[in-house]
Nanobody
Framework: QVQLVESGGGLVQPGGSLRLSCTAP????????IGWFRQAPGKEREGVSC??????????YYLDSVKGRFTISRDNAKNTVYLQMNSLKPEDTAIYYC???WGCGYGPLAQSDFSFWGQGTQVTVSS
């Protein structure tokens, strides 16, 4: 069973920044696309960003509401995928999850395309 581990969440003021990390002990992430999802209280889970595997060619995906503020990246040497979140807003408050897939697809991320998930990390944006 593959287990992804997210970290880096916390409480931050509006306008602040956080960097989330996703790793998988004993499992190589660089052959997989990695997606970040979030779920706010009372709302459905939504796809935030996705980065292709190192062997694939294409562009990364961002939810419209985070474009220009969030950046996804990967460090294969550290077997880690990051989500840099800047200019955070209260509406970014949610539990953030990372997950693996064979690709990012086209358009909004489909949860059904993603196989292995982490347990999530809480991000709270509040003054």
């Amino acid at each position: 069973q593959v287990q992804l581990v997210e970290s880096g969440g916390g409480l931050v003021q509006p306008g602040g920044s956080l960097r989330l990390s996703c790793t998988a002990p004993g499992f190589t992430l660089d052959l997989y696309a990695i997606g970040w999802f979030r779920q706010a209280p009372g709302k459905e889970r939504e796809g935030v960003s996705c980065i292709l595997s190192t062997t694939s060619v294409g562009t990364t995906y961002y939810l419209d509401s985070v474009k220009g503020r969030f950046t996804i990246s990967r460090d294969n040497a550290k077997n880690t995928v990051y989500l840099q979140m800047n200019s955070l807003k209260p509406e970014d408050t949610a539990i953030y999850y990372c997950a693996t897939a064979w690709g990012c697809g086209y358009g909004p991320l489909a949860q059904s395309d993603f196989s292995f998930w982490g347990q999530g990390t809480q991000v709270t944006v509040s003054s």
